[in-house]
């Protein structure tokens, strides 16, 4: 889905792309988030699970043309990629280099698929201080939130139940 425009230019012919697809699974996913209210909006935990979430959406919509009215229909479906027993990243891998392909025989722009990769940096390079949920039990009582064992986790792994979760909970 793009929206194209005369008053600027990105080199093609004078036209403005913008990535509206993206925006809007970004949209999705933030407005998911804010109603499951799991953690502040300007965390990096929250960015990893609007992050997940938004390539979720955005590479789940094999028809180009993401719908409002559509978004209900579609939780099952997110829920299912999301679920921990699925490969997620294996499948981004793939969508994401189905849509380059795709978008370098157009020889169009794809301002979409370019935040998409983005994204998809991000929550791979980055990595967020997470409890250590593979922590051998009987070890020492948890008293508080920041106590117990802590690992550096790839933004993704943390973000993507986050999103899932968010699913359930809207």
Same mark, same amino acid.
């Given at each position: 889905?793009?929206?194209?425009?005369?008053?600027?230019?990105?080199?093609?012919?004078?036209?403005?792309?913008?990535?509206?697809?993206?925006?809007?699974?970004?949209?999705?996913?933030?407005?998911?988030?804010?109603?499951?209210?799991?953690m502040p909006p300007t965390s990096f935990e929250f960015r990893a699970g609007r992050d997940a979430l938004a390539l979720?959406?955005?590479?789940?919509d094999t028809e180009g043309e993401l719908s409002g009215i559509r978004v209900v229909t579609q939780l099952e479906t997110?829920?299912?990629?999301?679920?921990?027993?699925?490969?997620?990243?294996?499948?981004?891998?793939?969508?994401?280099?189905? @849509? =380059?392909?795709?978008?370098?025989?157009?020889?169009?722009? $794809? #301002?979409?698929?370019?935040?998409? +990769?983005?994204?998809?940096? &991000?929550?791979?390079?980055?990595?967020? @201080? =997470?409890?250590?949920?593979?922590?051998?039990?009987?070890? $020492? #009582?948890?008293?508080?939130?920041? +106590?117990?064992?802590?690992? &550096?986790?790839?933004?993704?792994?943390?973000?993507?139940?986050?999103?899932?979760?968010?699913?359930?909970?809207?």
């Open positions: 889905m793009l929206h194209r425009s005369e008053e600027g230019t990105d080199g093609a012919g004078g036209e403005l792309t913008v990535p509206m697809a993206w925006l809007y699974a970004e949209y999705i996913a933030d407005e998911l988030l804010r109603t499951g209210d799991l979720t959406i955005f590479l789940s997110w829920l299912s990629l999301t679920a921990y027993d699925q490969p997620w990243q294996e499948w981004v891998r793939e969508r994401l280099a189905e @849509l =380059a392909a795709a978008a370098a025989e157009s020889g169009r722009p $794809a #301002p979409d698929l370019d935040l998409a +990769e983005e994204a998809w940096r &991000w929550l791979q390079e980055t990595e967020l @201080l =997470a409890p250590d949920l593979n922590a051998v039990p009987g070890g $020492a #009582p948890v008293v508080g939130e920041d +106590e117990g064992p802590k690992v &550096w986790t790839p933004a993704w792994q943390l973000g993507l139940p986050l999103g899932h979760l968010a699913i359930h909970l809207f």
